[in-house]
């Protein structure tokens, strides 16, 4: 089971539901943090690091000697990360996808790979929890080839829990591709609605089962509640505003920890999960 923690914009309490899911649950678990950009998971569930690698991106070098100034490498490259400009070549690594297009098409072989460095990838555990995320190099203009690397640490464990950068661009599609089920978090405010509905929206796209947890449930309107109603998305969980969750949020302390008859209520989220999961 691989589920998704997602939410329309930032500030909404996803990486809080997604950490204490993860704790929650007795079995073996997985946590991906995807959201490269600023992760802060490990701020919570605070796992013993027992690895860090450089990620790396493969980026073309031309040798010059070699080359004739054809072009082509300029004409496949749809993102202009490589352009010939008189009597020069030039290369614009932060704007390349790492496609080897470039490579595969030059007739004089003049192109080759290097790596270049894009973050950094650590691996820990706490407990039941294998952990993984991703630290994007601060200038990068792209954060999806890092998220992919932390997905590709995913294991075989019987639970796998993604937090996803915020928003609905191509970070977050990268993070939910492939997931079984996307859990939305969001608030009942006017910016939570407008947000909620692009994130529904991108889930649709990819067809994936989804569900909803409105955080701070008892503050704003029901604008939200009549939302999902219309559009039959079930309501899985709400979580009221609690001075306790706040403070504990300041603290760096799981809810499940600081209040723990909240750890029940986590676990039944994930019951509610696998029932939507299994039904649809």
């Not at 997985?30 to 919570?44: I, Y």
């Not at 030039?90 to 290097?114: N, Q, R, W, Y």
């Not at 309107?221 to 559009?231: A, D, I, K, L």
Request: hydrophobic letters at 40%; glycine letters at 8%; a negative charge.
């Amino acid at each position: 089971m691989v589920i998704c923690v997602a939410s329309g914009k930032g500030g909404t309490g996803k990486t809080t539901v997604a950490t204490n899911l993860a704790a929650a649950l007795e079995q073996e678990i997985q946590f991906l943090d995807c959201d490269v950009e600023q992760p802060n998971a490990h701020l919570f569930l605070n796992p013993e690091i027992q690895e860090s690698t450089i990620a790396t991106v493969p980026v073309p070098t031309v040798d010059e000697d070699k080359c004739t100034l054809c072009g082509k490498c300029a004409e496949i490259c749809q993102f202009r990360a490589i352009v010939v400009i008189g009597e020069t070549v030039l290369t614009f690594h932060e704007l390349c996808h790492s496609c080897g297009g470039c490579m595969e098409v030059c007739p004089e072989k003049a192109i080759e790979e290097t790596d270049r460095e894009i973050g950094v990838l650590e691996e820990g555990r706490r407990g039941n929890i294998r952990f993984v995320h991703g630290s994007l190099k601060v200038g990068e203009a792209m954060s999806p080839p890092l998220i992919r690397k932390v997905r590709s640490r995913a294991g075989n464990a019987e639970v796998t829990i993604i937090d996803a950068p915020p928003g609905t661009s191509c970070p977050v599609i990268t993070a939910m591709k492939g997931s079984n089920f996307v859990l939305l978090v969001t608030e009942p405010t006017p910016f939570g609605l407008h947000d909620l509905k692009l994130a529904v929206g991108a889930v649709k796209i990819l067809g994936i089962p989804h569900g909803l947890v409105i955080n701070r449930s008892d503050l704003g309107n029901n604008q939200v509640r009549q939302y999902v109603q219309q559009e039959n998305i079930p309501v899985l969980m709400e979580i009221p505003f609690d001075r306790r969750i706040a403070e504990s949020y300041s603290r760096g302390e799981l809810i499940i920890e600081a209040m723990p008859e909240w750890k029940e209520k986590f676990t039944s989220l994930y019951r509610r999960i696998e029932e939507e999961t299994c039904g649809s």
